[in-house]
């Protein structure tokens, strides 16, 4: 972003605050300006990190519903973190940086570990001593975070490509999962088994799965054979709706597939009203949940999408909607109230991304990539936290100087020669030889 821009978006924000304190701007309105300003100056923190646990690919990281504070993360080598992201430890004066603080980690060799790669992490909505895991070695496991051993495993017939919870379900404790089978396979905790298995996907595996936020028991998912379907889980007659695009399609499938690709990405926006896809085609849609049409917007054009699920973030309701997606080595971020804006694109990571998601308490994104690295993105990349190391390092100097000027002045003071004896030294010159 120019300097131009971040000048003009500095005194919009300004005005805003203005307005507010003279009573002309409601306090809601004036959150979204600022979460949303935050948003819009993201950058690489160079002053906080991540405990380096993984030795490999990071594939997901998800943080808690219940504190907003632990992130958890899963790796291709099996490897299993939790980092406390309000657990920093003292600055390394060296580096001039704070490291978040390791919980706990399962790691490749513990009984209970995954044999492959973790696909998809996530805490229990309601309570942090659970969490779930699934991969490639075609298994879903249920975790007690107090003592890392699985209290449930499920066994399925293909590889597991993606999970989840409902955040705000209160009648059920459905699982969603997607395989390499077309069918979508519904497992309750509570029962032990699979309940129910959701049946509209044509050939090919499911590669996403998204629970609404507004609707408990409406389900999105996203399969191989392009089509992003609607479901009402109480029901078993099929799916509520298939989400068509009536444009014709390059690639000569017909012309009523949700997108001209495999749909690996869902994701509901706030209020639950709107279902964001992403497929392998390189675009972006927004639907109506209701309607099932399709919003008249151009978002910009992605990039390097790829085939296995995208694990993309649409801010919650304290912003505008904001969308970060993981594109090859960066990440794509736009407004999606302002869909012709050209996309920002954050760079950082050494290799591809495959996750992120966002602290909204702490106002920074964190991303996962195949470079091994958790990486934490904020408002200027701490920039206020590199002035306060500045007065420190000022502080420092002053304290140094301070303390000898004080040793200088405790100095006993310089003897003088006494007269008598002065008188008698040796006071001939040359011009006397």
């Known amino acids: 972003m120019s300097s131009v821009s971040q000048r003009a978006n500095h005194h919009a924000l300004l005005h805003r605050l203005t307005n507010q304190s003279n ?26 990190d991540f405990k380096t646990v993984h030795s490999s690919a990071i594939n997901d990281v998800n943080i808690d519903l219940t504190e907003n504070r632990y992130l958890l993360s899963g790796g291709a080598d099996g490897t299993i973190a939790i980092h406390d992201l309000e657990n920093l430890t003292d600055i390394d004066e060296i580096n001039h940086s704070r490291t978040y603080k390791l919980v706990c980690s399962v790691s490749p060799g513990n009984r209970n570990a995954h044999k492959r790669s973790i696909e998809t992490v996530q ?8 969490f779930t895991s699934s991969g490639t070695d075609r298994l879903l496991k249920i975790w007690d975070t107090n003592t890392l ?65 507004k609707d408990e028991f409406l389900l999105a998912t996203g399969g191989v054979d392009n089509f992003a379907i609607l479901w009402d889980v109480r029901t078993a007659k099929g799916c509520l709706m298939k989400l068509q695009d009536k444009k014709k399609k390059k690639s000569g499938f017909t012309p009523d597939t949700t997108h001209d690709g495999s749909v690996n990405g869902l994701h509901f926006t706030a ?13 972006f849609f927004l639907w109506n949940v209701y309607t099932g049409k399709k919003l008249p917007m151009n978002f910009p054009a992605l990039s390097h999408i790829k085939r296995r699920c995208i694990k993309f973030y649409l801010t919650k309701g304290g912003s505008d909607n904001h969308a970060f997606i993981p594109t090859g080595s960066s990440i794509s971020t736009f407004s999606l109230s302002l869909p012709s804006s ?36 904020t408002h200027k990349g701490d920039q206020d936290f590199e002035e306060y190391l500045c007065d420190r390092q000022v502080e420092k100097m002053e304290t140094k100087v301070k303390r000898n000027l004080e040793e200088v002045l405790e100095l006993p003071p310089i003897q003088t020669i006494p007269e008598a004896i002065a008188q008698t030294l040796d006071t001939w010159s040359d011009d006397e030889i």
Not at 24 to 36: D, F, I, T, Y
């Open 149 to 213: 051993k699985t209290a449930e495993e499920y066994n399925f017939s293909g590889v597991v490509h993606c999970h989840q919870m409902s955040s705000i379900a209160t009648k059920h404790n459905l699982i969603a999962i997607g395989t390499d089978s077309s069918i979508v396979k519904l497992v309750d905790p509570r029962a032990g088994s699979a309940t129910h298995s959701l049946r509209g996907h044509k050939d090919g595996g499911v590669r996403a799965v998204s629970w609404s936020n």
């Open 123 to 130: 805490w229990y909505p309601l309570d942090t001593g659970i």
């Open 342 to 377: 050209k996309s920002k694109h954050l760079y950082g990571h050494y290799n591809s991304v495959n996750c992120c998601t966002y602290q909204e308490q702490g106002n920074q994104l964190i991303s996962g990539g195949n470079d091994q690295k958790i990486l934490a993105w």
């Open 23 to 48: 009573g002309l701007l409601k306090p809601l309105k004036l959150q979204r300006s600022v979460v949303s300003y935050f948003m819009q100056h993201l950058e690489l923190s160079r002053n906080k």
């Open 271 to 283: 209020d639950g009203l709107h279902l964001a896809t992403v497929g392998t085609d390189q675009k």
